[in-house]
C-alpha cells in the first residue's frame, strides 16, 4: 500500500496563503487519482478537491477559485496551493485517494492549517 505524509500546514492570517504536500512512497502512486480532505472540530470530514489520471480536477465550491491542486509525478507529490484563506477554512488537512476515503480508510496524520481573524 501507499504511505501518505502531509505536511505544510501552519498558522496564517485571513487573506494569506499556504501550500500543502503529500509526498507518497511507492511507484503505484504515478497513477492513482488523488484527493485533498479537511476535517475542523465538531464537522464532517470534507472533499476540498481532486486530481484524476488524465490531470483533470474538482473543486468543492467553497474553496473554488482560491485552492489549486496539483502532481509532481517525478517526485511522488500532490499539492494544494491555498490562497485568500479564510477562518473557514481551518482545519486538519489530508490526502488520500477517492477509493479508500470512500472506504474510510488508509488516512494519514494530516497537517493542521489556522486561520486567524
Known amino acids: 500500500q501507499v504511505q501518505l505524509v502531509e505536511s505544510g500546514g501552519g498558522l496564517v492570517q485571513a487573506g494569506g496563503s499556504l501550500r500543502l504536500s503529500c509526498a507518497a512512497s511507492?511507484?503505484?502512486?504515478?497513477?492513482?487519482?488523488m484527493g485533498w480532505y479537511r476535517q475542523a472540530p465538531g464537522k464532517q470530514r470534507e472533499l476540498v478537491a481532486t486530481i484524476i489520471g488524465s490531470g483533470k480536477t474538482n473543486y468543492a465550491d467553497s474553496v473554488k477559485g482560491r485552492f489549486t491542486i496539483s502532481r509532481d509525478n517525478a517526485k511522488n507529490t500532490v499539492y494544494l496551493q491555498m490562497n485568500g484563506l479564510k477562518p473557514e477554512d481551518t482545519a486538519v488537512y489530508y490526502c488520500n485517494t477517492p477509493v479508500a476515503a470512500l472506504m474510510n480508510a488508509s488516512w494519514g496524520q494530516g497537517t493542521q492549517v489556522t486561520v486567524s481573524s
Open positions: 511507492g511507484s503505484i502512486f504515478k497513477i492513482r487519482d
